[in-house]
C-alpha cells in the first residue's frame, strides 16, 4: 500500500532565506506520481510542482524545486527565497501508476518569519 | 472557467441529519473524488469516480454514499450524520497529464 510520510509538523524559517520540507514515500509500484500542495490559511488546495517517478531531471516551477531522491525514496520540497505569503500547510500526496487514488501526508506548517 | 464548483461552503446539521454535498466541474475531466480534511491528518480519500457510472471506495467510506449523476457532477450524501463526520470536505478531478484540480472546500458541523 502506498504511504506518504512528512516528518515535521512544523517548520520557520526567515524571510528570503530557503527551506526544505521533507516527505518519504513508500510504494512497491515503478510508476507512481509525487505532488506537492500548498492550503493557505484561506482553506484552498493549490497545486505546486509534480515529480514522474521516470523523470529523470528533478521538477521545478518558480521558487519550487523538488529534490528527488528515488533510491530513498524521498521527494522534498525546496522553497527558495522565501516569502511572507509562503506561510501555509503544504501537503506531499502521490499516486500510483495504477491506482486512481492521490494519497496524502499529513502536511507541514510553514510559517515565514518577517 | 470556474474549475470544480463545490456547494454549500458552510453547513450546520445535527446529528442525525441527512444531506447532499454537491460537486461539479467543467474540465470535462473523468476523474472525480471526495475528501475528508481533519487536523492533523491530512486529506483522506472517501470515494471516487475514474468515470461515469463507477464509483469506488477509497479508505474512509463509512458513513457516506456517492453518485456520479453524469460527466461533470459528482455528489457526496450522509445519510444519518454524526459528529464524527464533522469535517471539511473537498471534492477534486484529474485531468491530463496528471493534474488535480480541487474546490474551494464545503465546511461541514454536525452538533
Known amino acids: 500500500a502506498q504511504k506518504i510520510t512528512q516528518t515535521q509538523p512544523g517548520m520557520f524559517v526567515q524571510e528570503k532565506e530557503a527551506v526544505t520540507l521533507d516527505c518519504t514515500y513508500d510504494?512497491?509500484?515503478?510508476?507512481?506520481?509525487l505532488f506537492w500542495y500548498k492550503q493557505p490559511s484561506s482553506g484552498e488546495m493549490i497545486f505546486l510542482i509534480y515529480?514522474?517517478?521516470?523523470?529523470?531531471q528533478n521538477a521545478t516551477e518558480g521558487r519550487y524545486s523538488l529534490n528527488f531522491q528515488k533510491a530513498r525514496k524521498s521527494a522534498n520540497l525546496v522553497i527558495s527565497a522565501s516569502q511572507l505569503g509562503d506561510s501555509a500547510m503544504y501537503f506531499c500526496?502521490?499516486?500510483?501508476?495504477?491506482?486512481?487514488?492521490?494519497?496524502f501526508g499529513k502536511g507541514t506548517k510553514l510559517t515565514v518569519n518577517p | 472557467n470556474a474549475g470544480v464548483t463545490q456547494t454549500p461552503k458552510f453547513q450546520v446539521l445535527k446529528t442525525g441529519q441527512s444531506m447532499t454535498l454537491q460537486c461539479a466541474q467543467d474540465?470535462?475531466?473523468?476523474?472525480m473524488y471526495w475528501y475528508r480534511q481533519d487536523p492533523g491528518m491530512g486529506l483522506r480519500l472517501i470515494y471516487y469516480?475514474?468515470?461515469?457510472?463507477?464509483?469506488d471506495k477509497g479508505e474512509v467510506p463509512n458513513g457516506y454514499n456517492v453518485s456520479r449523476l453524469n460527466k461533470r457532477e459528482f455528489s457526496l450524501r450522509l445519510e444519518s450524520a454524526a459528529p464524527s463526520q464533522t469535517s471539511v470536505y473537498f471534492c477534486?478531478?484529474?485531468?491530463?497529464?496528471?493534474?488535480?484540480?480541487f474546490g474551494s472546500g464545503t465546511r461541514l458541523t454536525v452538533v
Open positions: 477534486a478531478s484529474r485531468g491530463k497529464p496528471y493534474g488535480y484540480t
Open positions: 510504494t512497491s509500484d515503478p510508476s507512481y506520481g
Open positions: 515529480q514522474g517517478s521516470y523523470d529523470q
Open positions: 500526496a502521490m499516486r500510483e501508476g495504477g491506482s486512481e487514488k492521490l494519497v
Open positions: 474540465m470535462n475531466h473523468n476523474s
Open positions: 469516480s475514474a468515470s461515469e457510472g463507477t464509483t
